[in-house]
Every structure is written in structure tokens, then in C-alpha cells.
């Protein structure tokens, strides 16, 4: 895929069917933990609207998992993100990401969250342009300590984004 496909990309609300595309990216991405694909199947039926997916000629070559946390729900929480290696499409990762939190600010949505290793430098730079773009402050910290995990895993580090203006 070229540069050029940037204009053919199309950002739409997942529905089931694409459970088993997505849990195809995902499987094959070393970095991201691997879900069923019923999981997607399900998460796209109950969170469709908080979730997004980019295409290209109908082929699936992004995604974006997310919810608004029932206990806050001016909370919006990006659960899971990944792009197709090698789509060709600059700053794809970043556009899904701008887009999903922009259709949650629009419906009221005022914080914006997510949980990263402390290594994934460009997830961190995506989340601090995003809050640079929005004048929106940044806090950081632990939220899930390794230990709450099975073998090797990394801490959860929890960046909230917010208030953010709409």
C-alpha cells in the first residue's frame, strides 16, 4: 500500500463480522495480548460505538477497542489499538486513535485513558500529542503493578488526559 491510500481510508464503526480480522491482526502482533475471537465478535456487538476500524477497498487494516468506564462515564478508556504492518499509510495509528477520542468528545466524553508499558515510546507520544492538541493535562502512574500478572509482564502505567474541552 502507497502513501496515496491515505485518502482512501475509511474510519467506521466495527461491527461483529470484523471479530475475526481484527483477532487476526492482533494474533500476529507479538506486542499486543492476544484475545479469542469471540472476544471481538463480542466486544464489536456490546462496544461497537465506543470502537472504530479503518479500511482500505473493505480490507481492515486498523482497529481501535474502547468503552467509557461505567463508574465515570465522562471517562473514555482506549483499551487496544493496532495497525496492519506495512499498510503504507502515514500516521494511521494516530488518525484511528484522534478519531475514536474525537466521536467520544463530541458524546461528552472529558478524560481520555490508557494503559502502556513505560517502553512503548510511540503510544506514550501519540497520548501526549493528542493531550498537547487538546491544551488537556497529563497524569501518570501505575495503575496494575506487574505482579498482578502471570509471568513476565510489564507494570500498567495509566496516562489520563484531561478535562478536555468539546
Do not use: C
Request: proline share 7%; hydrophobic share 40%.
Amino acid at each position: 500500500m502507497s502513501a496515496d491510500l491515505r485518502e482512501e481510508v475509511v474510519f467506521r464503526t466495527p461491527e461483529p463480522k470484523d471479530g475475526q480480522a481484527v483477532w487476526e491482526m492482533v494474533s500476529n502482533d507479538r506486542q499486543l495480548d492476544t484475545n479469542s475471537p469471540y472476544y471481538y465478535t463480542m466486544w464489536f456487538r456490546d462496544f461497537a460505538h465506543e470502537s472504530l476500524v479503518a479500511t482500505v477497498r473493505d480490507e481492515i487494516v486498523g482497529f481501535l477497542t474502547g468503552y467509557r468506564r461505567p463508574d465515570e462515564p465522562e471517562t473514555y478508556v482506549v483499551w487496544q489499538e493496532a495497525v496492519r504492518p506495512r499498510h503504507g499509510i502515514p500516521n494511521l495509528g494516530v488518525d484511528i486513535f484522534e478519531h475514536a477520542a474525537a466521536q467520544q468528545i463530541a458524546d461528552g466524553a472529558k478524560y481520555v485513558e490508557a494503559t502502556v508499558s513505560a517502553n512503548n515510546k510511540p503510544i506514550i507520544w501519540v497520548l501526549k500529542k493528542f493531550a498537547k492538541a487538546h491544551a488537556a493535562e497529563v497524569e501518570t502512574g501505575v495503575l496494575f503493578p506487574s505482579d498482578y500478572f502471570p509471568g513476565e509482564h510489564h507494570d500498567e502505567v495509566l496516562y489520563r488526559i484531561g478535562p478536555i474541552a468539546s
